[in-house]
């Protein structure tokens, strides 16, 4: 729910991805209306403009500040409107297509009080019995299973952190790129001096919907773009593109060691070996792409 209040807290920012069915920010507002009252909040969700879904938010959603823009933009250019609007001490930034659970502000709570900047927190496999689910998930969040420990992390999920509003005044904006990439906000913000702190009791679910092979060129998009923002020598770039399989065959085991932490995670993981090792290839010869070549002129 909304709060207007001096001591608000925590703004809730989330933006609408149009390829997304409507159904899944509903089930995402439905999951914000249901938190706890642990730390004072408001929900801002910005989209696209839309009359039909501007009256569904009056009847339905009135606690929820709708921002609409005339397109929206693909990367970070939701956020930074956000932002701009957000009250709130800590911004909690979202995606669409998850949901939150009741306890989240609870433990919030109990995180920042430890005084980090910048905490993340798990995410849990929305809908467990999709094969193709299951590798979307393990590429995506395999860094932030529910099973793993708390404790200080390189990177965070996109679809679940927040950091105090003075760290987005001192970094600046978030990459209003085709992605977001915010694996390189947060190298940003750790150059900076800030540490990143994941903590899996603040938990969300992550629902994948995509085709495979849709999902596998995202992927490949991805892997460009991400390896030609890197700003590597050339040197450098040839090494990656020549170790490329290696790189890939690392990752797989990366997953692995994340996986080992819970038994249902691991079984999954060996059930979707060969889609998962398919997918891996070709999301490293996106980065190849981008080493090689630059980010796609698309």
Not at 185 to 194: L, P, Q, R
Not at 269 to 294: A, H, N, V
Request: hydrophobic share 40%; net charge positive.
């Amino acid at each position: 729910m909304t709060r207007e209040t001096n001591t608000l807290q925590v703004s809730i920012i989330v933006g609408v991805n149009e390829e997304e069915r409507p159904e899944l920010l509903f089930n995402f507002l439905e999951s914000v209306r249901g938190l706890e009252d642990e730390l004072p909040h408001e929900t801002i969700v910005i989209a696209q403009k839309d009359t039909q879904r501007e009256r569904i938010f009056q009847i339905k959603y009135p606690w929820v500040r709708l921002i609409q823009a005339e397109e929206m933009v693909p990367g970070g250019y939701f956020r930074n409107i956000g932002v701009r609007h957000a009250s709130g001490k800590f911004l909690a930034f979202f995606e669409d297509h998850v949901i939150i659970h009741a306890d989240y502000l609870k433990h919030l709570a109990t995180a920042l009080e430890r005084g980090y900047d910048i905490v993340g927190g798990s995410v849990a496999n929305g809908n467990p019995e999709s094969m193709s689910g299951w590798v979307q998930y393990f590429c995506e969040y395999h860094k932030w299973l529910p099973c793993l420990k708390r404790g200080l992390l390189d990177d965070l999920p996109g679809s679940n952190f927040v950091c105090r509003r003075q760290v987005l005044q001192k970094l600046g904006a978030f990459s209003e790129e085709r992605f977001k990439l915010e694996s390189h906000f947060f190298t940003k913000a750790k150059k900076n001096g800030y540490t990143l702190f994941f903590e899996p009791d603040i938990r969300t679910s992550h629902f994948n919907e995509k085709r495979a092979m849709f999902f596998s060129k995202k992927r490949f998009q991805y892997g460009r773009l991400y390896a030609a923002r890197r700003g590597f020598s050339l040197p450098k770039r040839l090494l990656y593109t020549c170790l490329s399989p290696l790189i890939a065959m690392l990752e797989y085991l990366r997953i692995l060691n994340h996986a080992k932490c819970g038994k249902t995670y691991l079984k999954k993981f060996f059930l979707c070996t060969p889609q998962l090792l398919f997918t891996l290839i070709i999301w490293m010869g996106g980065e190849c792409m981008g080493y090689l070549f630059g980010a796609d002129a698309e």
